[in-house]
């Protein structure tokens, strides 16, 4: 059963000191899907993320990607098996150029003496050029990557994940701090990246939600609180409780 | 050939500093300073070695190590230790209690050779211990710290805890290890007298192109993906680790490699200088091997060298006339480096010389170097 879905999530629970942040939560997420979770601050989002990627370990529960169970995996076998993970602040090397960071990120020579061998060849060049036209930056390329404006940045991120092709990629808030025509391009860099593996995405802003999501799921304090299209979820009055308030 | 010049040498300019620094060690010391001097600089050179591990665990791996002197000790006392049989050959002992065992060893009532000193009879082995002996502990101990995440202040102090260990080990067993004293009345090595002074000669310019040596390779791994990996552990570890690479494998080899060069100083320390005591491998000598890579640029490999020779010539300088000063003064330099120079001597030279020197250079060459690949590879370059 649990093998049509790419990512099979169930009962997944993480109490910091006894606080439950996840409370038995339950996710499925298909091949090709494009998942949005939303939610309240403080619900829980970005720690289901850290959960799913090994940077935090969970209390109780499981998360099973493509069969296989992720929860005692080190964080960099979880990559590995093609799990990439988006920070909500961006996370780059600042110090090191655009075309560096894509490189450090590139799949291979990760071991040690692989790093120590590793040549840029014509096939990583290639990739890498392929990469930063994906994410607006082809321009950018020798460009240090502190300079770059927020948006950029954010893409840059991504970009990173990109090229090491995740089956599986999470991003967690990525058009925070965009303009309005970075969101635009963002929205189609989502629809295309989608094609051909899952995402998962953290998103406050529901009218770039509304452009990007196949399927939402409402999380409120660890719990998933209405799962379903983006109008069902709209109108359904748990939700509109909880976003609203009292 | 561009390989080698770009990744061993550093681009023009690591090519031009690594020249000058030759050129300084091999020919201006030599024709400026007699037998006795020159032997100084020797010994200071080998603490260099330490500094230069240093920029690469401190500076680039963002590890700060207070226990180099553990390293450089372990490197001194295991070539200590096959000078000192070489010494205390049957004929030479013969006055002893039980000849045939190093002096310190009969004034101890010890009566037989410890089962650790035996294999140190043979050449080769020893020059593998003297590698192996601190490689194998610093993988230990940074393995078992950086595979459980332990570091920053933690692992320092860890560090530092260990030098005081191997000093308090190596006191108390004056039976094996010569306690306070050390390992003194060195003469020999594989039968070469390495007191004359045709073999001082000799062992200077050993110990400069080692030097010079291990700068290249640590040049060459900066210039490899691994060097960018450090960089860009020192800025986003997290980021680091979620694209894939297990993290503390890079740092347990950044410092099991620092370890190595400081421990190879430590082998060139005892044969210059002609004895291994506790007072180098503790707290204090772990400090200055510190400030020495901070003074010099805790970034620039050949500022680490310049460093440590500005450090220590301020040291036999300052403390002949105010002894008890010269820690405080020590102490006021490395604050006032860190605070207002972050980098070092190599920053100033960046600063106020570069210019010049480069284009000094440029008018001695006939043929340009070759191109860098690409502007990014520049600017990595312009960091080491
Ligand atoms: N490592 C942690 N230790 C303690 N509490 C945490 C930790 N991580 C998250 N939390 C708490 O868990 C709750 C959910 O946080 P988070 O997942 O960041 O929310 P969201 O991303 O939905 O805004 C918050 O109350 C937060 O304070
Ligand atoms: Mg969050």
Same mark, same amino acid.
């Given at each position: 059963m649990s093998y049509e879905f790419a990512l099979t999530v169930e009962d997944l629970t993480v109490s910091f000191d006894g606080f439950k942040a996840v409370d038995g939560l339950n996710l499925y997420v298909e091949k090709n899907e494009l998942r949005v979770i939303i939610g309240p601050n403080g619900a829980g989002k970005t720690t289901v993320l850290d959960l799913i990627c090994g940077k935090t370990r969970a209390t109780g529960g499981s998360i099973q990607f493509n069969g296989i169970e992720l929860t005692k995996f080190p964080e960099y076998k979880i990559v590995q098996a093609g799990v990439g993970r988006k920070f909500q602040t961006p996370s780059i090397y600042e110090n090191l150029s655009v075309l560096e960071n894509l490189e450090i990120s590139f799949p291979r020579g990760r071991s040690v003496f692989g790093s120590l061998m590793f040549k840029r060849t014509q096939d990583v060049t290639d990739r890498i050029l392929e990469i930063a036209e994906t994410i607006f930056l082809s321009e950018q390329l020798n460009v240090q990557a502190g300079l770059l404006s927020h948006g950029q940045?954010?893409?840059? @991120? +991504?970009?990173?994940?990109?090229?090491?092709?995740?089956?599986?990629?999470?991003? *967690?808030?990525?058009?925070?701090?965009?303009?309005?025509?970075?969101?635009?391009?963002?929205?189609?860099?989502?629809?295309?990246? $989608?094609?051909?593996?899952?995402?998962?995405?953290?998103?406050?802003?529901?009218?770039?939600?509304k452009r990007i999501a196949h399927k939402v799921t409402v999380l409120h304090q660890g719990k998933v609180l209405a799962e379903g299209n983006m109008d069902a979820v709209q109108n359904n009055p748990k939700v509109i409780e909880v976003y609203l308030g009292h | 050939m561009n390989a080698f010049y770009s990744n061993w040498l550093g681009g023009k300019k690591?090519?031009?500093?690594? =020249?000058?620094?030759? =050129?300084?060690?091999?020919? !201006?010391?030599? #024709? &400026?300073?007699? +037998?006795?001097? #020159?032997?100084?600089?020797?010994?200071?050179?080998?603490?260099?070695?330490?500094? !230069?591990?240093?920029?690469?665990? &401190?500076?680039?791996?963002?590890?700060?190590?207070?226990?180099?002197?553990?390293?450089?000790?372990?490197?001194?006392?295991?070539?200590?230790?096959?000078?000192?049989?070489?010494?205390?050959?049957?004929?030479s002992t013969a006055h002893q209690t039980t000849p045939g065992i190093p002096?310190?060893?009969?004034?101890?009532?010890?009566?037989?050779?410890?089962?650790?000193?035996?294999?140190?009879?043979?050449?080769?082995?020893?020059?593998a211990a003297v590698i192996m002996v601190p490689l194998v502990l610093a993988y230990v101990i940074s393995t078992a710290m950086f595979k459980r995440r332990v570091g920053g202040v933690y692992f320092s102090i860890i560090t530092q805890a260990i030098a005081a260990i191997l000093t308090i080990l190596v006191v108390g067993q004056q039976g094996m290890t010569g306690g306070i004293?050390?390992?003194? *009345?060195?003469? %020999?090595?594989?039968? &070469?007298?390495?007191?004359?002074? $045709?073999?001082?000669?000799?062992?200077?310019?050993?110990?400069g192109a080692l030097l010079l040596g291990v700068i290249m390779?640590?040049?060459?791994?900066?210039?490899?993906?691994?060097?960018?990996?450090?960089?860009?552990?020192?800025?986003? @570890?997290?980021?680091?680790?979620?694209?894939?690479? *297990?993290?503390?494998?890079?740092?347990?080899?950044?410092? $099991?490699?620092?370890?190595?060069?400081?421990?190879?100083?430590?082998?060139?320390? +005892?044969?210059?200088?002609?004895?291994?005591?506790?007072?180098?491998?503790?707290?204090?000598?772990?400090?200055?091997?510190?400030?020495?890579?901070?003074?010099?640029?805790? !970034?620039?490999?050949?500022? =680490?060298?310049?460093?440590?020779?500005?450090?220590?010539?301020?040291?036999?300088?300052?403390?002949?006339?105010?002894?008890?000063?010269?820690?405080?003064?020590?102490?006021?330099?490395? +604050?006032?480096?860190?605070?207002?120079?972050?980098?070092?001597?190599?920053?100033?030279?960046?600063?106020?010389?570069?210019?010049?020197?480069?284009?000094?250079?440029?008018?001695?060459?006939?043929?340009?170097?070759?191109?860098?690949? %690409?502007?990014?590879?520049? @600017?990595?370059?312009?960091?080491?």
């Open positions: 940045k954010q893409w840059l @991120e +991504i970009g990173m994940l990109l090229i090491q092709d995740p089956e599986l990629l999470m991003l *967690d808030e990525p058009v925070a701090g965009m303009s309005v025509s970075e969101r635009e391009k963002t929205a189609e860099l989502l629809n295309k990246i $989608s094609q051909g593996r899952s995402l998962i995405v953290i998103e406050h802003d529901m009218e770039f939600v | 690591g090519a031009i500093e690594l =020249a000058i620094l030759a =050129a300084f060690i091999f020919i !201006v010391m030599p #024709l &400026w300073l007699d +037998i006795f001097r #020159l032997n100084l600089v020797g010994k200071y050179l080998t603490y260099a070695f330490a500094a !230069v591990g240093l920029v690469m665990v &401190w500076g680039y791996g963002g590890i700060l190590s207070l226990g180099q002197g553990v390293f450089f000790g372990l490197g001194g006392y295991c070539m200590a230790m096959y000078l000192k049989l070489e010494a205390s050959d049957p004929v002096d310190f060893m009969d004034w101890n009532q010890v009566t037989q050779l410890p089962l650790f000193w035996e294999p140190f009879h043979s050449l080769i082995f020893t020059l004293n050390g390992i003194t *009345d060195l003469k %020999t090595l594989h039968g &070469w007298n390495i007191n004359t002074e $045709s073999a001082k000669y000799i062992l200077y310019y050993v110990n390779l640590c040049r060459f791994i900066l210039s490899s993906k691994f060097g960018r990996l450090l960089l860009a552990m020192r800025d986003k @570890e997290d980021r680091v680790r979620f694209s894939g690479y *297990d993290v503390a494998n890079f740092k347990i080899f950044t410092f $099991s490699m620092g370890a190595m060069i400081s421990a190879i100083g430590g082998a060139m320390f +005892i044969l210059q200088v002609g004895f291994m005591s506790p007072s180098l491998i503790g707290i204090v000598p772990s400090i200055e091997m510190v400030i020495f890579a901070a003074i010099g640029g805790r !970034v620039s490999l050949v500022g =680490a060298v310049y460093g440590t020779l500005l450090v220590n010539y301020g040291k036999s300088a300052f403390s002949e006339s105010f002894p008890s000063l010269w820690l405080l003064f020590m102490g006021a330099l490395f +604050i006032g480096v860190v605070m207002f120079f972050p980098n070092g001597l190599a920053g100033l030279y960046d600063v106020y010389l570069k210019g010049r020197v480069e284009s000094l250079a440029g008018k001695f060459k006939k043929k340009n170097p070759p191109a860098i690949l %690409t502007p990014a590879k520049t @600017e990595l370059q312009n960091e080491l």
